[in-house]
């Protein structure tokens, strides 16, 4: 299991100021000597936190495997193309949201996803797609050659939060959710059961194609157990909470807790 950790909130830090730190680049080596097995960026194409440059600068430099998320953006992919990170993460995006709220549309978008899929291959980039836990995602991602996905587990995340923080008793309350505990952890167990599924399908080998299986997205040191139990999901991506974390305790020990909380040695 890899721990993935997203640095695109130091970057946020930054552009709060609009100067030069704190640099995501120093978080890269800090990131590395903690332990995580790889760094994941989002340039996004408002640029709110992540720059060109930044990628730039962190693909020519980690130590550590680089995974970029990016939007099926012509401009932003034709860039990553001629940087080679070692991996391209399809994300939808939209521009008023906080964070990407939820999987890929494949169907959708399959043709442009299947020409962009066709570019990474041909600049020798690994790719993956951010899906929601659906079989059908699984079944699209298969057909195009994908090599791996990612699963979102925003809504199980969110039903954590709702079950077990105080967020129900903020404004933050996600009033979709604000059931009674019993029917959150049924929600949840749904959730994980879902993952499990998708997991299990995306890396089986029914037909010649099989999948890696990653997972990511509003996972925190309460949650993340469950998540990396989950037989075949190989890595997760984490960024908000460790980042959160950070700001306390600092990077490296908020990453070497996160390995903990993982179960990782
Ligand atoms: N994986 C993907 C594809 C994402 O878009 C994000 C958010 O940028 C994450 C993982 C990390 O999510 P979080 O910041 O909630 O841990």
Same mark, same amino acid.
């Given at each position: 299991?890899? @721990?993935?950790?997203?640095?695109? =909130? ?6 709060? %100021?609009?100067?030069? &730190? ?11 000597? *903690?332990?995580?097995?790889?760094? #994941? ?22 130590? @550590?495997?680089? /995974? ?5 953006? +012509? ?6 193309? *001629? ?12 521009? &008023? ?7 890929? $549309? ?8 299947? $020409?962009?899929?066709?570019?990474? +291959? ?5 790719? *993956? ?22 699963? =979102? #587990? ?15 008793? #903020?404004? %933050? ?13 049924? +929600? ?5 059961? &879902?993952?499990?599924?998708? *997991? ?7 037909? #010649? ?7 990511? =997205?509003?996972?925190?040191?309460? /949650? ?12 997760? /991506? ?13 990077? +490296? %020990? ?9 179960? @990782?040695?």
């Amino acid at each position: 299991m890899t @721990l993935g950790v997203n640095i695109d =909130h130091i970057a946020t830090l930054r552009e709060a %100021r609009a100067i030069y &730190e704190p640099d995501p680049l120093e978080a890269v080596f800090i990131a590395k000597n *903690a332990g995580a097995g790889q760094i #994941t960026l989002h340039l996004r194409e408002d640029k709110r936190h992540i720059h060109d440059s930044d990628v730039k600068r962190i693909v020519q430099s980690s130590p @550590l495997p680089v /995974n970029i998320e990016s939007a099926l953006d +012509e401009k932003i992919i034709d860039y990553l193309c *001629a940087l080679k990170p070692q991996r391209i993460t399809l994300v939808p995006e939209k521009r &008023e949201e906080v964070t990407t709220e939820g999987g890929l $549309d494949i169907e959708s978008h399959y043709d442009s996803i299947r $020409d962009t899929l066709k570019a990474f +291959e041909s600049a020798g980039i690994a790719s *993956a797609l951010f899906i929601d836990p659906k079989k059908e995602s699984i079944f699209l991602a298969r057909e195009l050659g994908a090599d791996a996905v990612e699963l =979102h #587990t925003g809504r199980y995340a969110n039903l954590c939060l709702m079950a077990y923080s105080n967020l129900s008793r #903020t404004h %933050r309350c996600i009033k979709d959710m604000n059931l009674p505990l019993q029917e959150q952890v049924k +929600e949840i167990e749904k959730c994980l059961m &879902e993952l499990r599924e998708c *997991a299990n399908l995306a890396t089986s080998s029914i037909d #010649t194609r099989s999948l890696k299986c990653f997972a990511g =997205h509003g996972l925190n040191y309460q /949650n993340v157990a469950q998540i990396a139990s989950i037989p075949h999901i190989t890595e997760l /991506n984490i960024g908000h909470s460790i980042i959160a974390r950070a700001v306390f305790v600092g990077l +490296e %020990r908020a990453i070497i807790q996160m390995r903990e909380a993982m179960c @990782l040695k």
